[in-house]
């Protein structure tokens, strides 16, 4: 299917709200979702519908349901997303942190109980809007681990993204990424496509590198990126995003069957007028950005680009070309649109 974004945006749209979601909370889910697709993550667009359906059919994703400050002191806030669409509930959780740290400076929020909060750059853009500096670190849970410790065989972790965003008067620089060497919704996307996933990312149920997404479906983890490395900086985001800000980590074996993902989020969210200067700031990432560009590029590269910009690519041209939805996802997603009652002619063929 290709698909041109109003149109798959007010399918989505259709489809929340037959679900009995509300109109503005319907409308922000899908806007997140078909953002997604057009900045290249087709893994966190409405490939992710069906998903939400099951969250919310099981009594899980609480489709109205708004965030909750729950405690307050200084630049430091508790929110309680309340199993709410993460779209919405976490993204009033980063409008709380914004306010706050242009009021003192700085807001570290702790964001706990969102149903799956989707694509984390998202959080950072809006915040770098506000023309804040964010920092998030979060966690998954719900569903049993899926990605390898460095020097383990089994699946003892979540793909854990991390994402740090920065204002520049051209547009933010985003780094937005799972810290396992690809995330789950890639794999899954790979094998609805039939095609492989890239080396070194993945593991069969033995323990051995494969390219075969469908091996993730029988015992198969994902590994970390960069090794040692990611394996440590996935763990952060366990312990900041789940631990101090969730409460709520991938080791409960309890509550990791439940099939409702879960995203807790640690956020620091920073006004740079408050360190040397905005001036100075933006001095410094301009060069720093200038110098980086002018790289001779490397064999198989055309250019050096930002954290970010492939996704600013993505996103250029899809808004011209339209949106292609592989054949697996767009039944799944028609066949929940038929099942929570939206009528045949709303489908778009
Ligand atoms: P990715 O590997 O495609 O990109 C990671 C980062 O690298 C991005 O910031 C991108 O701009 C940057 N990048 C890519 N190519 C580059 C290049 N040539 N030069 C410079 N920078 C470059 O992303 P991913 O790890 O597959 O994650 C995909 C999405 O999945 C993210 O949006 C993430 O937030 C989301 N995710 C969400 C959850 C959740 O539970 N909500 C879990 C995992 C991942």
């Known amino acids: 299917m290709k698909i041109k974004k109003k149109r798959l945006t007010d399918f989505a749209v259709n489809i929340f709200i037959s679900m009995g979601t ?11 979702l078909v953002e997604a697709n057009l900045k290249g993550h087709d893994s966190h667009g409405v490939s992710l519908i069906p998903d939400y359906f099951s969250s919310w059919n099981k009594g899980g994703l609480q489709a109205n349901a708004d965030a909750t400050l729950e405690k307050d002191k200084g630049s430091i806030m508790l ?6 669409f993460g779209q919405v509930v ?33 959080y950072g853009e809006h915040c770098a809007k506000a023309g804040l500096i964010s920092i998030h670190f979060v966690n998954v849970v719900g569903h049993p681990p899926v990605v390898s410790p460095w020097g383990g065989r089994e699946a003892r972790m979540s793909t854990n993204p991390f994402c740090c965003a920065v204002p520049t008067s051209k547009g933010p620089i985003v780094l937005d ?28 149920a033995n323990g051995f590198p494969t390219n075969n997404p469908s091996d993730f479906f029988t015992g198969g983890t994902l590994g970390p990126f960069g090794q040692h490395k990611g394996y440590g900086l996935g763990l ?32 620091f969210i920073i006004d740079p007028d408050l360190f040397g200067g905005r001036s ?24 050096v680009r930002l954290p970010g910009e492939p996704e600013c690519e993505s ?17 799944d997603i028609v066949e929940t649109a038929k099942r929570v009652g939206v009528s045949e002619k709303k489908i778009p063929t």
């Open 90 to 122: 976490g993204r009033q959780a980063t409008d709380m942190g914004i306010k706050r740290a242009k009021e003192v400076g700085l807001a570290c929020v702790g964001s706990r109980n969102n149903h799956h909060l989707g694509r984390i750059g998202a």
């Open 236 to 267: 952060i985001c366990e312990l900041l995003g789940g631990g101090l800000a969730g409460e709520w980590t991938i080791q409960d074996i309890d509550k990791q069957e439940n099939g409702v993902t879960v995203n807790g989020m640690l956020m």
């Open 22 to 32: 509300n109109e503005d909370h319907a409308k922000e889910v899908a806007t997140h």
């Open 280 to 303: 100075g700031f933006e001095r410094e990432v301009k060069g720093m950005s200038e110098w980086l560009y002018a790289s001779q590029p490397s064999s198989g590269f055309d250019k």
């Open 79 to 84: 929110v309680d997303g309340n199993l709410g």
């Open 177 to 204: 990424m799972a810290t396992s060497a690809i995330a789950g919704g890639k794999v899954s996307v790979a094998n609805k496509k039939g095609i492989d996933v890239p080396d070194g990312c993945l593991f069969d």
């Open 315 to 331: 996103m250029a041209m899809r808004l011209i070309d339209g949106i292609v939805i592989d054949d697996q996802s767009w039944l």
